[in-house]
């Protein structure tokens, strides 16, 4: 089957029927892009996937663009964005001209409730994948628990842990790479 298709419809079907946006759709696309059609690896995947957090705009859309260009260039990248933002954009239009004939309260006020509670299961599940993939040595644990710490009680803002965190990966590269050369230099 063709790669722009198999794109177009993973993330199309992913955007469609996951609730709470990118992440929550992580495990939908890493069943059918990485098990089932094998186009992309789950590390690729999962990078790609940590990558699109830390860039601004949509989760869901720099996953596509980033995944997209890895499966077939810049026109998987087209294809994956479009079917990643099209349902969105839809089911908006739709809500939007309906949401006045809906009503507020009863079963639909019911509905929305479960696919909210859902929603979380997702992104739970998306942040348990991610953090097997990301948080293998002691120094990422410890900035995955302090950046953490601090979005949990509202101490440092987003971006400022973003920068934070990239200065200190620098650094602890950079350290590593230092003490690698300075053994290589004593033997």
Same mark, same amino acid.
């Given at each position: 089957?063709?790669?722009?298709?198999?794109?177009?419809?993973?993330?199309?079907?992913?955007?469609?029927?996951?609730? %709470? $946006?990118?992440?929550?759709?992580? &495990? #939908?696309?890493?069943?059918?892009?990485?098990?089932?059609?094998?186009?992309? =690896?789950?590390?690729?995947?999962?990078?790609?996937?940590?990558?699109? +957090?830390?860039? &601004?705009?949509?989760?869901?859309?720099? %996953?596509?663009?980033? #995944? !997209?260009?890895?499966?077939?260039? #810049?026109? $998987?990248?087209?294809?994956?964005?479009? !079917? @990643?933002?099209? &349902?969105?954009?839809?089911?908006?239009?739709?809500?939007?001209?309906?949401?006045?004939?809906?009503?507020?309260?009863?079963?639909?006020? @019911?509905?929305?409730?479960?696919?909210?509670?859902?929603?979380?299961?997702?992104?739970? %599940?998306?942040?348990? =994948?991610?953090?097997?993939?990301?948080?293998?040595?002691? &120094?990422?644990?410890?900035?995955?628990?302090?950046?953490?710490?601090?979005?949990?009680?509202?101490?440092?803002?987003?971006?400022?842990?973003?920068?934070? @965190? $990239?200065?200190? !990966?620098?650094?602890?590269?950079? %350290?590593?790479?230092?003490?690698? +050369?300075?053994? !290589?230099?004593?033997?």
């Amino acid at each position: 089957m063709n790669k722009n298709w198999l794109l177009f419809k993973v993330y199309f079907l992913a955007g469609a029927f996951t609730f %709470s $946006g990118g992440l929550a759709m992580l &495990p #939908v696309i890493e069943r059918d892009l990485v098990d089932k059609y094998k186009l992309i =690896s789950k590390e690729d995947l999962y990078e790609y996937s940590t990558l699109s +957090n830390t860039f &601004p705009g949509v989760i869901a859309v720099n %996953s596509a663009c980033f #995944v !997209g260009k890895k499966v077939n260039g #810049v026109s $998987g990248m087209l294809i994956a964005a479009f !079917g @990643a933002i099209f &349902p969105a954009f839809a089911l908006m239009l739709l809500a939007t001209v309906l949401y006045q004939l809906i009503p507020q309260e009863g079963v639909f006020l @019911a509905v929305l409730k479960t696919v909210r509670a859902a929603s979380a299961a997702f992104l739970l %599940s998306a942040a348990f =994948s991610l953090a097997k993939y990301n948080l293998r040595d002691l &120094p990422s644990l410890l900035i995955a628990g302090a950046c953490l710490i601090f979005t949990i009680f509202n101490l440092v803002d987003a971006p400022k842990l973003i920068i934070a @965190a $990239g200065i200190i !990966g620098v650094w602890l590269t950079y %350290s590593a790479k230092n003490k690698n +050369n300075q053994k !290589g230099a004593t033997k």
